[in-house]
């Protein structure tokens, strides 16, 4: 079977696979890195939803880190990558202290209004912040309110009339959930997502514009890869370039 796939219907993608120790979406030494730490290996072991639209479908499982626009691989790919995440201007950036441990696929307790927790997965965790990463993604979900209104504290955190809802629906229903997030944990949250998506952009500050607790407000941000990239390694800055188009720019 070939290292590479491309799969068919609407939205084609590149579908790679590890051989020879290595893996055409990942770089050398992140993958190594990866491939070293039980916990961020687990992480490559996560599901693949549009697995039916792969030629040979029942050849073997695919992944979705092994897809060419997975933001989870762009993430690891980043923050594995050796001595990134010992650079002063990177973690100033991000607000982190040098040296912080990223774990992925983190899972806070977000409380609900029955006395449970919502336990959904975010992308990262990484010091005091948690991180949601986009890359081609096309919204933040939409849900309908009532899965909002389950929340515990969502009257305390946000002027409800000033969210996106239409209809019934809301949308960008996993930012505020990731607000909620951030409250619960007593941590920041930052949106990582490409500098060109300004739709993603625009979604994200009218989320924070709802957002009625002012301290709480001062722990959310918006980080580009464009801005990260510009403190990466030269090694990394070409990966991005060539892979993603990504040109780091501060």
């Given at each position: 079977m070939p290292d590479l796939e491309v799969s068919y219907g609407a939205s084609q993608?590149?579908?790679?696979?590890?051989?020879?120790?290595?893996?055409?979406?990942?770089?050398?030494?992140?993958?190594?890195?990866?491939?070293?730490?039980?916990?961020?290996?687990?992480?490559?072991?996560?599901?693949?939803?549009?697995?039916?639209?792969?030629?040979?479908?029942?050849?073997?499982?695919?992944?979705?880190?092994?897809?060419?626009?997975?933001?989870?691989?762009?993430?690891?790919?980043?923050?594995?990558?050796?001595?990134?995440?010992?650079?002063?201007?990177?973690?100033?950036?991000?607000?982190?202290?040098?040296?912080?441990?990223?774990?992925?696929?983190?899972?806070?307790?977000?409380?609900?209004?029955?006395?449970?927790?919502?336990?959904?997965?975010?992308?990262?965790?990484?010091?005091?912040?948690?991180?949601?990463?986009?890359?081609?993604?096309?919204?933040?979900?939409?849900?309908?309110?009532?899965?909002?209104?389950?929340?515990?504290?969502?009257?305390?955190?946000?002027?409800?009339?000033?969210?996106?809802?239409?209809?019934?629906?809301?949308?960008?229903?996993?930012?505020?959930?990731?607000?909620?997030?951030?409250?619960?944990?007593?941590?920041?949250?930052?949106?990582?997502?490409?500098?060109?998506?300004?739709?993603?952009?625009?979604?994200?500050?009218?989320?924070?514009?709802?957002v009625r607790d002012a301290a709480l407000r001062t722990r959310l941000g918006l980080?580009?890869?464009?801005?990260?990239?510009a403190m990466l390694p030269a090694s990394v800055q070409k990966f991005l370039a060539?892979?993603?188009?990504?040109?780091?720019?501060?």
């Open positions: 993608s590149v579908i790679f696979r590890e051989a020879e120790g290595g893996h055409g979406n990942f770089l050398a030494a992140s993958f190594a890195r990866i491939m070293a730490n039980p916990r961020w290996k687990q992480r490559l072991t996560k599901s693949y939803t549009a697995s039916r639209f792969v030629p040979r479908a029942g050849d073997r499982r695919r992944y979705e880190l092994e897809c060419a626009n997975s933001s989870d691989a762009l993430l690891m790919n980043v923050f594995c990558y050796p001595g990134v995440l010992r650079k002063v201007p990177l973690c100033a950036l991000l607000g982190i202290e040098p040296g912080s441990k990223p774990e992925f696929g983190f899972r806070p307790e977000i409380p609900l209004r029955n006395g449970k927790c919502d336990r959904t997965e975010m992308d990262m965790r990484i010091g005091t912040l948690l991180v949601e990463a986009k890359l081609t993604e096309g919204d933040f979900q939409r849900a309908p309110v009532r899965l909002v209104e389950r929340y515990r504290d969502l009257e305390e955190l946000f002027d409800q009339e000033r969210l996106p809802v239409v209809n019934g629906v809301v949308r960008s229903y996993q930012l505020i959930r990731c607000v909620l997030a951030a409250h619960a944990s007593g941590v920041g949250f930052a949106v990582i997502c490409d500098r060109r998506r300004q739709d993603l952009t625009e979604q994200w500050f009218e989320v924070m514009a709802a980080v580009t890869w464009q801005e990260i990239g060539e892979k993603y188009g990504i040109v780091g720019s501060v």
